[in-house]
């Protein structure tokens, strides 16, 4: 039964990160400053004393509403502006469990201006969760949707299940996925769920139930007792609409890390249909028994050679010796030449061997019993080679219509990233079939056992296609023509370990359980390689290998990294590494 509340029983205008406090806007978390009326334009600016983010110089607070000890509001960003709700023309009715916000008109320019507009939001105690969504609509185009709340509690936070980190005083932004559209500014998140640590056994949470894999973005405040958070959900940039819809989100507490988590795992694993690794169809029982990852590097951006294909043949003849061949994964990255400058053409390189030496570089190790996999890029494609044109309608604006460019690597260290590689889209036909065909001739012609897509986690939101349901047409097209053959991604997220069960890069976790209850992982091609750390074909150059702990990881398939030094100056190393991981296997 739906009864009328007053206005005044519900609504605070607030806009600083203490819960309650009317504070404009502009107030800093954490700073002294006297209340000042919502009709108040002036503002008092304090300097934060951490880290912070790009704002707003003037007042713009938003109304809000008080359930279980949190306050709600909500904005709405277009392709051209921000808006808020107009405090004038909302009302609030309470339900069983819960409240109905209802607004009927919007404010925009710091409450200065007034726009049609309507925004309907629930809110509601389900069991031991805060829950809450909106739907709202406008007469153009919505481009995302903010939820904002305050009263969460300050502490140490992880994003995604990653491990705990301490923002101190820092403005904290949190990305879904692959940064929620912010890859260099965001941390990212592999699935949108973010638990504060308030103490040895209390943790709050908050956590987007997305049906769909759409960029969320948390932005985290910082006051003196508490957060402001803005819960950001951006629509499908290739779906333009009036109109926009939430998804779920959610907040609670719980005394365990477990109960923190595994609410949102279990709502992931409902939505996404992500299959437990050991009731996996998609794993060939040659994977099950993998206790080593040999990444043999070939040839880096400027054409330096670590081993060519000779050199690999003879790595693996000796590995034989230390380890049944069966058990290792055998990785080629840059086996086509210069890395990344020759994608997407995937053809072995004169200068490494050619398409015989590759062939019997795949041939003998597959005879001796090692599992080879080769490397493809799922979304990178050089602008400047010959047949681009045959894919360029793939290339990738984002939301806003702005390029983008996998601009983020100096490859030929002149101290500026390069700009001639345009991000590809795998939702888009011409380049998904292009990938499919290039893939297909590798398996085909050379009888690999598993293909790796480098940066398969790279969804960006776009005006084009969806990257998530290309990347899971190619691999299932793939799947369907090649059963027995293993697919690899790199840098997952939540859905994709749907249809991808190994990866390259699990970061080390506060909850393992979810990432390892569904995949299995190995570690970095940029992992350094034994002796000076060697990043091999990646552009970090060199890293510090401990010789004390061999660089292994608990959660990853134990993984070397073979550049030009490797196999004849620390052979002992190698050796080392494949006893321990002997012995990780069980293997005697």
């Not at 709340?149 to 996925?177: C, N, T």
Request: aromatic share 14%; glycine share 10%.
């Amino acid at each position: 039964m739906m009864q009328k509340v007053s206005r005044r029983t519900w609504l605070k205008s607030v806009g600083g990160a203490g819960a309650g406090m009317l504070l404009p806007v502009g107030i800093q978390a954490g700073a002294t400053a006297r209340v000042l009326p919502l009709t108040s334009n002036t503002d008092v600016y304090v300097p934060p004393r951490g880290r912070s983010f790009m704002k707003f110089s003037f007042d713009f607070p938003e109304p809000s509403v008080e359930f279980e000890k949190l306050l709600f509001s909500f904005r709405l960003y277009t392709f051209e502006n921000t808006y808020a709700l107009d405090r004038e023309r909302m009302s609030v009715e309470a339900r069983v469990n819960g409240l109905d916000v209802h607004c009927s008109g919007l404010v925009w320019a710091g409450n200065q201006m007034r726009a049609p507009g309507k925004l309907h939001a629930r809110l509601r105690k389900n069991g031991p969760f805060i829950e809450w969504d909106a739907t709202a609509g406008m007469q153009q185009p919505i481009k995302s949707v903010a939820a904002i709340v305050r009263g969460v509690p300050r502490g140490k936070i992880s994003a995604g299940g990653q491990a705990f980190f301490d923002p101190q005083d820092d403005e904290v932004l949190l990305g879904y996925p692959f940064g929620g559209g912010e890859l260099f500014i965001a941390r990212g998140m592999n699935s949108p769920v973010a638990v504060i640590q308030t103490g040895e056994q209390s943790f709050f949470f908050l956590s987007a139930l997305n049906d769909s894999v759409r960029a969320n973005r948390f932005y985290f405040q910082p006051g003196e007792k508490g957060y402001r958070v803005e819960m950001v959900f951006e629509r499908a940039g290739w779906a333009k609409s009036n109109r926009i819809a939430t998804p779920t989100w959610r907040a609670g507490w719980s005394t365990s890390l477990d109960g923190a988590f595994q609410p949102h795992f279990e709502h992931v694993e409902k939505a996404f249909h992500l299959p437990r690794w050991e009731d996996r169809d998609d794993v060939p029982a040659w994977l099950r028994d993998i206790a080593l990852a040999l990444s043999l590097h070939g040839m880096h951006w400027t054409g330096y050679v670590f081993n060519d294909f000779t050199k690999m043949r003879q790595i693996l003849e000796w590995t034989a010796t230390q380890i049944q061949p069966s058990r290792v994964l055998v990785f080629l990255p840059a086996w086509d030449g210069r890395y990344y400058w020759k994608y997407p053409e995937y053809e072995p390189d004169p200068r490494l061997g050619g398409e015989e030496g590759f062939r019997t570089l795949i041939q003998g190790g597959r005879k001796m019993g090692f599992h080879i996999m080769p490397m493809f890029g799922t979304n990178s494609a050089n602008d400047r080679l010959p047949g681009f044109s045959k894919f360029s309608n793939a290339t990738t604006a984002q939301i806003d219509g702005d390029p983008f460019f996998l601009n983020w690597v100096d490859w030929d260290n002149d101290r500026h990233m390069e700009g001639w590689m345009p991000y590809m889209n795998v939702g888009v036909d011409s380049w998904r079939e292009w990938l499919f065909s290039r893939i297909s001739d590798v398996i085909q012609g050379y009888g690999v056992d598993a293909y790796f897509l480098d940066i398969a986690g790279g969804w960006e939101d776009n005006t084009k296609a969806d990257m998530h349901a290309g990347t899971k047409k190619l691999v299932g097209d793939l799947r369907e023509k090649f059963p027995s053959v293993l697919v690899c991604g790199e840098m997952p997220y939540d859905a994709l370990m749907s249809f991808i069960p190994l990866y390259q890069v699990f970061s080390e976790n506060a909850y393992p359980l979810a990432f390892l209850k569904y995949a299995r992982s190995f570690q970095h091609l940029s992992h350094p390689a034994p002796g000076r750390g060697s990043s091999g074909v990646h552009e970090s150059g060199f890293r510090r290998f401990e010789p004390s702990t061999l660089s292994l990881s608990e959660h990853q398939i134990p993984t070397i990294t073979v550049v030009n030094d490797t196999f004849d100056r620390y052979r002992s190393v190698m050796a080392a590494i494949i006893a321990r991981a002997n012995r990780r296997a069980g293997i005697s």
